[in-house]
């Protein structure tokens, strides 16, 4: 109760959307998005209120207000569109409405004849008092209306001048907001479109050396940008490119036992030819690595670099640092282990370290080294296994200096966590999308990751495959198994990646029965592929990136919606763009080992979808069109040749002309 005014401050503002955790944690939107602020604004009695948005960029004294419309049950809602990256600031703001109040009352009396003398002379008042805070033109011609209404005038003059729909509009440009309710600032973050949208490419620049058994150069890597590019990807993201450790070093297929001449694992990071901040020499140079990152700029691709917060025995930081890393009691250095696996190459960092603050400061570090370099987009191995202070912190310092720049969350691990790493600054996640098979867990699942309130603040990454994840689904399904987790992938997330050499070519063999690692995994040997050989999936990869390119509706998760199937191993959902012109239906069977048939059901006034006109649903894959009525449709999958749709419904709409035409 500071200000002698807080006790008049009778407008309540509760529920505000978006807010994470009470506004602990910045709610999360792209560059060109609209935002929708809700909240549930109200006040005691039965006087008129109204209510605004204050919005502003961080750092900037001006502030943006938009008026607030009622909804229902005293909630509110407002627009805005954000068009430059960074940090907003943004809150509610709501007042008593003394001139609404007196117009709404009194267009109630001149209906019921009980209008009178002194109604106009309060309103005389409310209209003086606007024209205080009116400005230039405004003010004269309110104070003149004001002097109107205490004239006494006829009564059908009074009502004319009073009801003026120009007197109510200017009245309500300067409103009385001395007694007005201010909300707590709350915090928005829009990084780039590429947050929202993106599809990504892995793939291990050692394997690709055109010399059988070579190791694989930045400049060999180069000469595959353009193939990536052309196939529809916008990120390149690349495994650790730093030296590997030499002592403990794996062989192929894990073998704690390596040979001289084995490669080892790239996340086995440091050797005395460097650490975080260096480059494999096998590799090339920093300079070849930059000139990687301009051609790749120049196709319209981006470099995710791979972020491992972890070393190698041999890694300088060992040496130099032995504090960031947990001694035992026989005075050696604890390894990673997730019992009975145990991983000799590789030393955690400490979190608890007694230097702590230098570690930290030193590992923000790696990412301005990176950044400085061209870098902006890092995929970040394991970060729920180092402390989550730590990253608030470091990635909002870096935000701060770089607002561009892009963290995915490689955290398979529980949703909490998961979660939690969203709110302190990831901005995409891996999900457990490779392990929901099953229509029911891939539509629950999907509708928790893909409407509020996860969504204001966790941005899911669908992949099928990784270098560490190679599911029993594509083990035992073929290559329809492939077809169908690509075409789910690609439509049910705006963001999707694939480790793409492997699912090109259907690569489904495990290193034993049960096991989820490829054999002879990329991960410890070179793998070099022939690509162009026949049966791969480069066309299917090419035209599902095409259609996501062209079609706005895939590039949201919130507008995905699951639609009903009277078979329970096809599954059928919709997308739309922003302005709902752009509507797609995926249908695809799950079983890729039989046909499947099955109607759909469609809520066609939802989907705005005439329900007396027939609408044309093209198939983008085969370039089919069908003339479908109503909302119940026949469809029919066999996976051997043709495991799902991608429909572009055109909404057939009436005109005045008589004539129709399509959307």
Known sequence: MNSPNNGRRRVIIESIAPQVDCGRFPA???????????????????????????????????????????????????????????????KVQGWVDHFETWHRDLLKRIKADSDAP??????????????????????????????VLRSKGEPKNLRTHATDPMLHELALRYPDKRYATDSDELILTVDPVRARFSSWYEFFPRSTSSKPGAHGTFADAEKTLPRIATMGFNVVYLPP????????????????????????????????????????????????????????????????????????PDHPYVAEHKTWFKERPDGTIQY?????????????????????????????????????????????????TKAFPFWGWCIGEIKREHPEVLFLSEAFTRPKIMYRLAKIGFSQSYTYFPWRNGKDEITAYLNEITKPPVTDFFRPNQWPNTPD????????????????????????GANYGI???AFELQENKPFKHGSEEYLDSEKYQIRQRDLDQPGTLRPLITQVNTIRNTHAALQNDISLRFHFCDNPQIICYSKESDDRSDLILTVVNLDPHFTQAGFV????????????????????????????????????????????????????????????YFL
């Open 336 to 384: 990673a282990e997730n019992p009975p696996k145990k991983y000799q190459d590789i030393y955690p960092f400490d979190f608890e370290s007694e230097d702590w603050h230098g570690m930290w400061i030193e590992l923000k570090s790696v990412f301005d080294y990176w950044i400085g370099h061209g870098v902006t987009i890092f995929r970040v191995d394991n970060p729920h």
């Open 469 to 492: 994840i190679l599911t029993e689904f594509l083990q035992m399904g073929g290559r329809p198994a492939f077809v169908i987790r690509l075409l789910l992938a690609a439509t049910l």
């Open 241 to 312: 490119i730093h030296p590997i450790g030499r002592q403990f070093r794996k062989g192929p297929n894990n073998n704690p036992n390596g040979q001289p001449g084995d490669e080892g694992s790239p996340w086995a990071i440091g050797s005395e030819e460097g650490g975080h901040k260096s480059i494999l020499p096998s590799l090339g140079t920093l300079d070849d690595f930059r000139r990687f990152v301009a051609t790749a700029k120049k196709l319209s691709l981006d470099i995710a670099l791979d972020i491992a917060f972890q070393v190698a």
């Open 499 to 501: 480790y793409g050499p």
């Open 118 to 147: 002194v109604d106009y002379l309060i309103g005389a008042d409310l209209v003086e008092a606007a024209a205080k805070r009116a400005t230039g033109g405004d003010a004269a011609w309110l104070q003149a209306r004001a002097t």
């Open 28 to 90: 999360k939107r792209t560059a060109g998005d609209l935002v929708r602020i809700e909240a549930d604004v109200f006040t005691d009695g039965h006087d008129a209120i109204a209510a605004s948005v204050l919005v502003h960029r961080e750092g900037s004294e001006k502030w943006l207000e938009v008026p607030m419309e009622p909804l229902v049950n005293d909630r509110w809602f407002a627009a805005f569109g954000v068009t430059e990256i960074g940090r907003y600031g943004y």
């Open 601 to 660: 059901n469609l809520p066609l006034e939802e989907l705005q979808i005439a329900p007396d006109r027939a609408y044309e649903a093209e198939d983008l894959l085969s370039g089919e069109r069908y003339m479908w009525r109503g909302p119940r449709n026949y469809v029919e999958l066999n996976p051997a040749t043709r495991s799902g749709h991608i429909l572009c419904i055109h909404r057939r709409l009436k005109v005045e002309t008589d004539f129709e």
